[in-house]
T-cell receptor, first 113, second 114 residues
């Protein structure tokens, strides 16, 4: 079956540091890939997505590139802010039919001033 | 635009009690789902619906029922609460398919079963 593996957290960075959160996946076919963000006490919000190989999703300074050869979708940001502190979830969806979404376990990011 | 509204936000149940978690969306989304979030396990799909009158099981459906009588509403029923159902529950909706459009999530219901 499909699965998503994320790096363990928490990740603690100083403000303006470079962020990478690793995500790799196992899936049959050509899934769509997503990053969701969850701020404290809130539901998840879609951050960015990519639907085919070599696509780059981007939003709010975050980027991730769909790498089929390495089955990866790593999240990056050049300069993090305290307001980026949250839990980040990598996810994939099947192609066709209902397109069930499989989530990773989440990576907590703490940005300190 | 309210998005996805979940009620209640917090609930404490005794073992064996039943209750219904409410979920409503005002975006005319076809797809609706219920997930539970547990530490170290990410989100796991309980039940989902691809339209009014159509529901199906996810990966952890036991102990839960759903119905979808309207496009807007997708309630989740706990039949006889157990401590293992202590969790945070999220309702999510999507316009056509969550793989193409992504999900809009509610703010969650934190349930404790004692």
């Amino acid at each position: 079956g499909n699965s998503v593996t994320q790096m363990e957290g928490p990740v603690t960075l100083s403000e303006e540091a470079f962020l990478t959160i690793n995500c790799t996946y196992t899936a049959t076919g050509y899934p769509s890939l997503f990053w969701y963000v969850q701020y404290p006490g809130e539901g998840l919000q879609l951050l960015l997505k990519a639907t085919k190989a070599d696509d780059k999703g981007s939003n709010k300074g975050f980027e991730a590139t769909y790498r089929k050869e390495t089955t990866s979708f790593h999240l990056e940001k050049g300069s993090v802010q305290v307001s980026d502190s949250a839990v980040y979830f990598c996810a994939l969806s099947d192609q066709g039919g209902y397109q069930k979404v499989t989530f990773g376990t989440g990576t907590k990011l703490q940005v300190i001033p | 635009n309210a998005g996805v509204t979940q009620t209640p936000k917090f609930q404490v149940l005794k073992t064996g009690q039943s209750m219904t978690l409410q979920c409503a969306q005002d975006m005319n989304h076809e797809y609706m789902s219920w997930y539970r979030q547990d530490p170290g396990m990410g989100l796991r799909l309980i039940h989902y619906s691809v339209g009014a009158g159509i529901t199906d099981q996810g990966e952890v459906p036991n102990g839960y029922n759903v119905s979808r009588s309207t496009t807007e509403d997708f309630p989740l029923r706990l039949l006889s609460a157990a401590p293992s159902q202590t969790s945070v529950y999220f309702c999510a909706s999507s316009f056509r398919d969550p793989g193409g459009y992504g999900y809009t999530f509610g703010s969650g219901t934190r349930l404790t079963v004692v």
